[in-house]
Structure formats: C-alpha cells, structure tokens
C-alpha cells in the first residue's frame, strides 16, 4: 500500500527514504520538495532521478484536499473553503484579510490585523458541544492528519495565488485533542513554509493537560484560550469542558505556562447579554489580568441560527452595543490589554463560531461557489 506524504515530519520522511532502499538524506529532498517548493507530484521533483522518481510513485503518495466550495464576503474580503478530505467528509478554512481581524484602532499593530491569515481546522466536528458554536452541531467524527492540517494552508495559498503569512488554529476541533499531528503540523510549517512559530496561533478551550505539556516542551507558537467566563457554574453551562477542568485548574495551568515559556495569554471572551457582561464579570477579568499576563479579546456573538440549535444556545444574546462598548472601556481603564475582535466573514457564516458542515443542505445556506480546482 502507497504511503501519503503529505504530512510527514523530516525525521519520518527519512526513515521513508531508507524504507524504499535510497540514502536517509533523500528524507530532506523529498521534505524541501513537499513543503518548500510545494510539488504535488513527483514528476516535478528534478533533484532525483527518473529511476527514483518512479520508486516514489510506486511506493508513496502526495495526498490532496479536494476544493468542492469557495465563497468570499462581499463587505470584507473574508474567504472561506469548503474541502473534501479522501474519505469524503468535508472541513472549512477562512482566509482573512489584512485589516480585518480586530474593529480595534489599537490593535493595528496586532500580527493579526497587518498580515494575511489562515485559520484552519484540525478536526472533522468537535466533542467539546460550546454553547455558542455552529460546530458542536456536526458532533466528532475524527481527527484531521497532519497532513490534511498542513494542506489547508498549502491548497488556500494555491487556490487564492496569495502568500499567507499568519496562521490561526481556530477552525473546527478542539487542536489539543489532536495534539500530536497539530504540533506535527506546526514544526512543518514554521521550518519549511515561511510562517515562524510567533506567528501561529493555537486556540483551545481548555485541555488542561496538553496545555502543561505544551508549556513543558517550550512550544514557541501563540496561545490563546476560549474563556468566556470567570464563573464556574455560569462557564459549564456555556463550556461542557469546564467540568472536567474547572477554573482553578485551568488558572493553575496557565500560570505554570507563562512560568515556563513566558508566552503571554490571549483570553477570548464573548459577551452574552445577562450573562457574563456584569460589574462581576468585570472585576475578575481585572484581576485576572493582574495575575496572569494576558491580552483579552472581545469577540463578537455570531447567529448559529442556521444549524438549528437547541436548549441554552437558543437563548443566548449578544450584549447590546453601547454596553459591550462600555465593559472594553472599563477593562481599559483598569490598564487591561483588551482588543475588539471583527465580524469579518458574517455574511457567508465565516466569522468566529460559525463553521459547520453536517447537511447537505447546509452547504447551500452558506452561499458556496461551485468549485472544480484540482492540482
């Protein structure tokens, strides 16, 4: 059986070289060619010869993301890509703009808001079921491989003929449960695809656990975290994850991060009329900031009315704007570090919260281009 490529650390392509009978540092060859160059064939690759190149077809693969939809907004550029992995279940990336990523002035310096990012997904659904999220409405299928993490960003960059130069793991999944390949993932990118570590975002809900032990291997890239609420009680309901790993240890953790990387914290915050937008809330996000070094994001709520969500989802708000207005400026005035996150993407169901992919009908919700690129 032919082994896919796409996705294999240098250390594995190595050992791949070695497998099919040629010297161990054919393994780099083939990784400059895969992610350097981005050859989708081996055909292309010049640096071996035709007697190897006919090897590797025999023995190895270059797997593909396959392009089945394409839409961009028509107020801020946003674009987002609709995939189908070789098993046939689909996943969505954005492509997001400069400029776009924060309605904050002050966040103009932001990596974010002067670059163009990808934000990509790292598995097919997620088990974490937020309150607030059109992707807990596809339930978890599976993780993404490495590879179909890594593809993401070389498809988009083929696909939209633009450099991209920030990434976000913040599409669907939950990136610590698939640890492994998303570091995998990172190591590839940040040593081969022009993308450096700082400039990578990884987002979690709050996997404890893999947060120490990104903290323990000194990972370089960005952490940021979906927090929503100080409140135990108030962040179950919104975070099921929560009552596996309440506050205290998801404070213990990060504190013992910071210790050990000294990477500051990006807390993402949404704010939900009457329920986490109080002067209580305000205080711990004070005091939080005090105690952890931290940047805070506003996000705004995006609708998931299109997935047909139920129970507490339906009943969530968006706190009115001259009162979410206010809270930035009290978190301000209290020297918090605080940006206001976009809507960018709204209009084709883009914006943060709002990836899904379950029915067949969804795909037409979303107001997706017919697609046929093929590599």
Known sequence: MKKNLMGMTLPQLEEFAESIGEKRYR?????????????????????????????????????????????????????????????????????????????????????????LTLCVSTQVGCALDCTFCATASMGFLRNLTTGEIVDQLIRVSEISGRKITNLVYMGMGEPLMNYDHVMDSTEIISTAMDIAARRITISTAGWVPRIRKMAEEKRKMKLAVSLHSLDDGTRSLLMPINRKYPLPALMEVLAYYYKLTKLRVTFEYILFDGVNDGEA???????????????????????????RPTGLSTTLRPTPGERADQFVRSLRDANVTVFVRSSAGEDITAACGQLAVRHPELSRTMHYKSASHSR
């Open 27 to 115: 393994g780099k060859q083939l990784f400059e060619w895969l992610y350097r160059r981005r050859a989708g064939e081996f055909e292309v690759m010049s640096s071996f010869s035709k007697k190897t190149r006919e090897v590797l077809n025999a023995s190895g693969s270059i797997g593909s993301l396959r392009l089945t939809g394409d839409t961009q907004s028509h107020g801020d550029g946003t674009r987002k890509f609709l995939f189908e992995l070789e098993d046939g279940k689909r996943i969505e990336s954005v492509l997001i703009p400069p400029s776009t990523a924060f309605d904050s002035r002050n966040a103009r310096n932001e990596e974010e808001q002067r670059r």
């Open 281 to 307: 809330d305000l205080r711990r996000l004070v005091k939080l900031a005090r105690t952890i070094p931290c940047k805070i994001n506003i996000i705004p709520f995006h609708t998931i009315d299109f997935v």
